[in-house]
């Protein structure tokens, strides 16, 4: 599976991006996916993850109520939706397939990783 992210930019405090993760290789229509980020000099750590149809969902409780998961598997992709950005969201993200089909806040439990989408969002 490899998995291409987007829709990553410059946006001002309280903007709005959307990012999408695009699957080729293979369907991920079974597969509980997720978006992680890396702020610079800190460790990843876990933004969202959704169940393989989308009805089960966990966020961080950074971004819980700003941002939102969602995915279509009939175009195997994955979007994060993202609103009142903040200057500390500034990241580059990345999403995940997960071995399961749930949406796990855990990296481990992902097999594939896409490249990343640098946002920065400024003050």
């Known amino acids: 599976v490899q998995l291409q992210a987007s829709g990553g930019g410059l946006v001002q405090a309280g903007g709005s991006l959307r990012l999408s993760c695009a699957a080729s290789g293979r369907t991920t229509s079974n597969n509980g996916m997720g978006w992680f980020r890396q702020a610079p000099g800190k460790e990843r750590e876990f933004v969202a993850a959704i169940s393989w149809r989308g009805g089960i969902t966990k966020y961080a409780d950074s971004v819980k109520g700003r941002f939102t998961i969602s995915r279509d598997n009939a175009k195997n992709t994955v979007f994060l939706q993202m609103n009142s950005l903040k200057p500390e969201d500034t990241a580059v993200y990345y999403c995940?397939?997960?071995?399961?089909?749930?949406?796990?806040?855990?990296?481990?439990?992902?097999?594939?990783w896409g490249q990343g989408t640098e946002v920065t969002v400024s003050s």
């Open positions: 995940a397939a997960g071995r399961r089909s749930y949406g796990s806040n855990w990296s481990d439990e992902y097999t594939y």
